[in-house]
């Protein structure tokens, strides 16, 4: 797992471009997930940093993928910062079938299903976290002067499941593992398209579009292959009328203790 400290950009340059002018410097925006938020896995809700490369996560519309890759930075909020493209997004408990409080990047993607807006469109389209700022009880704010955030990377573009049914992009980036390009898999809306499609977000107060009340239950996957096995010849089954009371559990003799 590679760890980086995220690059910093200075802004309101001076026109004589002296650096002892220049502004107090403020992260780049960018998407990822905070330490301890929950990612669905084979094993059940997860905190993000317990997270390793080969773990399957589960996805909107592609089963449970391999986790590829993952990258660690600290991200370093100004105490006079206040724009809210550079702040986190704060979703309070219940707000979005969320069961406790989960932050946002400015720029994580947020994957919504457009058959939730308008009955007559389907599909997903993604948008940047920010623009979700004022939206029921989502506040963009600083969770701190500095934190953890960590990003996941998959061999193709994917939506997976975060605190309780948040559907989130995850970008594979220009180029999967095996080192060919790959198709954007999923709509990416332009800043208008996106305003509109959170006006009526906001319009409706239905944040179903954005989450899953479905994926907050993952059940674990038992990695070990279970086969039905039929009882012995003559040996009959409980639950009739004249069968043992007691029940009997027909395993393979591997695996019984």
Partial sequence: MSEVTSISVYLNQAPDGDPTNLNQAVNARRGGFLRSTKIATTSGWKPIE????????????????????ISTSVVVIPADERRTEYLPVFVP????????????MPEQGIALNLSKIDAEANGIS????????????????APGSSFEVCSLFFDDDQVIFVEG?????????????????NRQQYD???????????NIIA?????????NP???LPAPISQDPIFPIRPSFGVRRPGRPGR??????????????
């Avoid at 408990?93 to 946002?104: D, E, F, K, Q």
């Fill in 126 to 141: 993604i948008l940047p976290a920010r623009m979700l700022n004022g939206v029921g009880r989502l506040m963009s704010q």
């Fill in 93 to 104: 408990a219940r707000a979005a079938y969320n069961g406790r409080p989960v932050w946002l």
């Fill in 244 to 257: 043992p009371n007691a029940p009997v559990l027909f395993l393979r003799p591997e695996w019984q203790i």
């Fill in 50 to 69: 317990r997270i390793v490369v080969g773990e399957r996560v589960r996805t909107l519309d592609h089963g449970f993928k391999e986790v590829r890759r």
């Fill in 214 to 216: 479905l994926g907050a």
């Fill in 188 to 198: 990416v809306a332009d800043e208008e398209a996106a305003t509109d499609l959170v």
């Fill in 165 to 181: 049914g948040l559907q989130t992009y995850c970008p594979s980036g220009r180029f999967n593992m095996r080192g060919t390009p």
């Fill in 203 to 211: 319009a409706k107060g239905d944040m179903s579009a954005l989450a």
